[in-house]
């Protein structure tokens, strides 16, 4: 079995987790409450999510973090699980602009955080 590595997404409302779980079920996904100190305002309608990196979930990813944006660039804080258990904040840098689908720039920066090959992040 591969070695699994999940992302960690913070300030997530009930539409974006609506969005999500269209694409990726509950096997790659799963939603929380957030955390007390990361609820904004006193939202108490914040979620977090954690998602199994793959090659799919990385694409459904790529267009949540697109959607809606008219930038040439988008960056997202996540923090990332890797299989050896560590967990590292980065942001994610998604240009529109670039030859390579957001996946692929979403998988390449997981891997060079992880310090992993990239093969090791999509499971090729």
Same mark, same amino acid.
């Given at each position: 079995? #591969?070695? #699994?590595?999940?992302? *960690?997404? %913070?300030? /997530?409302? $009930? /539409?974006?987790?609506?969005?999500?779980?269209?694409?990726?079920?509950?096997? #790659?996904?799963?939603?929380?409450?957030? =955390?007390?100190?990361? $609820?904004? *305002?006193? %939202?108490?309608? /914040?979620?977090?999510?954690?998602? !199994?990196? =793959?090659?799919?979930?990385? *694409?459904?990813?790529? /267009?949540?973090?697109?959607?809606? #944006?008219?930038? %040439?660039? !988008?960056?997202?804080?996540?923090?990332?699980?890797?299989?050896?258990?560590?967990?590292?904040?980065?942001? !994610?840098? !998604?240009?529109?602009n670039s030859s390579q689908a957001p996946e692929e720039q979403i998988a390449a920066q997981l891997a060079k955080t992880c310090a992993v090959d990239v093969s090791k992040?999509?499971?090729?």
């Amino acid at each position: 079995m #591969q070695a #699994q590595f999940r992302l *960690h997404l %913070d300030h /997530l409302t $009930r /539409l974006d987790q609506l969005e999500l779980t269209k694409h990726l079920t509950g096997e #790659q996904i799963r939603f929380t409450p957030a =955390s007390t100190d990361s $609820r904004m *305002h006193g %939202d108490l309608g /914040l979620l977090a999510a954690a998602v !199994i990196v =793959s090659l799919p979930a990385l *694409h459904v990813l790529g /267009l949540y973090l697109l959607r809606g #944006q008219s930038e %040439d660039h !988008i960056e997202r804080t996540v923090e990332v699980e890797c299989p050896d258990g560590s967990r590292l904040k980065t942001t !994610i840098r !998604i240009d529109r602009n670039s030859s390579q689908a957001p996946e692929e720039q979403i998988a390449a920066q997981l891997a060079k955080t992880c310090a992993v090959d990239v093969s090791k992040i999509v499971g090729a």
